[in-house]
């Protein structure tokens, strides 16, 4: 019962483990380079041996560092430009809030509903029935500032689209074809004795 688990798994049939041939191409030297005044292990890096990384190791390093900088400076240039767009955005609303001032034609008495598209939705701005028409017929626009739409003239708001051409948001043209609008058919047309 002294057997070592080893020979009782060779006594069982298993075979035992291949030993690794040695390499005799080149002797083992470990301090064989050794000399005076040289560090340890120069010799060896030398002769390309204890170094690991090669020329290609170093290039695809250098490559992959010129990259990073490169898109470090890429964003950083991103970023100052749209802090300059933000900039001149700011600069462009409080331009437009100085020549609005004093300008808006929005009556507190109105009572009829213009709705337009302004950004992708719906928006509606309150008018009177001489607006509306005045509106429609392209004398008057709106321009939203502050997130409040404002009613001025066409000059001021041909002067507004000069100053920030994002924040005009009705402008009719005069004189333009209602074609455009598949509802203007009379077939469409809903009755005035509709009740809903």
Known sequence: MSDTLRNQLLGLGFKAAPKAE???SRPKAPYADRRPGKPKGAGARAAGVGDRRSREDIDLAKAYAIR??????ERIEAERQKQEEARKRREA???LAKLLEGKALNAADA???????????????????DQLRELNAG?????????RYLLVTAE?????????PQAVALKVEPGAPISDDPYADP???VPDD???
């Open 22 to 24: 040695k390499d005799r």
């Open 68 to 73: 990073a900088q490169r898109e470090k400076q």
């Open 93 to 95: 609303r409080e331009a």
């Open 111 to 129: 009572e009829v509903a213009r709705h337009f598209e302004y950004g992708g939705k719906i928006k509606r701005i309150h008018v009177t029935g």
């Open 139 to 147: 004398e008057l626009g709106v321009v939203q500032l502050n997130g």
């Open 156 to 164: 001021v708001l041909a002067q507004a689209e000069a100053i920030f």
């Open 187 to 189: 077939q469409y047309q």
């Open 194 to 196: 509709l009740v809903w």
